[in-house]
DNA sequence: TAATATTGTTATGCATAATAACATAAATCA
DNA sequence: TGATTTATGTTATTATGCATAACAATATTA
């Protein structure tokens, strides 16, 4: 049981990253199996929540996926009758996504098993500790090219 | 040109980590694609140099992979001859990894092409900031499941 | 009106990740 | 010792995430 060496990894943030990102994912896709969700279904229906009325490419946008990506995903919500898909009448390309009223009731039930998930697996730490990384990591993201 | 809200997310720990994860993700994928290297394929190669003669069992679990995952990986490393595979004397089940000469000189080359990649991306973000960041981080990838 | 752009879709491929089943070899135990 | 269990590497299979090309229908623009 030799240790092994990841020093030069380490000097990487994104190793930092994925690796603790792991750690959460795991923990979230068994949280979310009860309800029969993957991390894309779910956040989908999150914001759908959020923002009734909103069409799939401003969706697949702000999820940061290509838009044949989120067909299959919209597909699996409508068929569970968890969103409705309406036509817009002055856009008729596009559909208005709207919850129904079981997926604004999953919605409910799933955010709080979300929400006790990430307060059980980072119960250890720092609330004050935690936003500081959320403000270090919201600079990451806002460093996408192009944008830089 | 509505805005989306996505705050519910945003109180999420893991949304933030993965969507600062995709920022970098996207930018290190076209760092090694003129090395013909992917994310996990370049991770084993520097893993193997800095510890030589280490077999796949070991190496899966650093990478937090399975096993089966990993054989594709290690051959392909091993047909474009940056590793090799030795049978180990004491333990004729196992392979000792070690890399070739060639796959030295791709870790050099790629080592530094990495590093730049994440000091331009990170270069606007103070390194105390990024410190703390890791810290915390850290302490996330250690409340595996099991380990809490 | 003609050319262009947008929305949603299908088909396709690559990369990542998990599981079952297996052959070979080692370790354990009884 | 011999029988059982465990470990290593492998094949096959599947699910998931993510990207691109090509397309029909509709809007926009020039």
Redesign the pocket.
Request: proline share 3%.
């Given at each position: 049981m030799t240790k092994i060496n990841d020093e030069t990894l380490r000097t990487f943030v994104g190793y930092h990253l994925?690796r603790s990102f792991?750690v959460i994912q795991?923990d979230l896709i068994e949280t979310l199996r009860p309800f029969d969700l993957?991390?894309?279904?779910y956040s989908a229906l999150v914001l759908i929540v959020d923002n009734p009325g909103l069409?799939?490419?401003?969706l697949?946008q702000i999820m940061?996926?290509?838009?044949?990506?989120?067909?299959v995903i919209?597909?699996e919500l409508e068929e569970r009758e968890l969103i409705t898909?309406e036509r817009v009448p002055?856009?008729?390309?596009?559909?208005a996504l709207h919850p129904t009223e079981a997926g604004h009731a999953l919605y409910r039930e799933t955010l709080d098993a979300v929400t006790q998930h990430e307060a059980k697996l980072l119960s250890g730490i720092a609330p004050e500790q935690l936003e500081q990384m959320i403000a270090t990591l919201k600079l990451i993201e806002s460093a996408k090219k192009g944008q830089a």
């Open positions: 994925k792991n795991s993957r991390m894309l279904t069409n799939q490419s401003r697949s940061d996926i290509e838009r044949p990506n989120l067909v919209i597909d898909r002055t856009d008729r390309r596009s559909y």
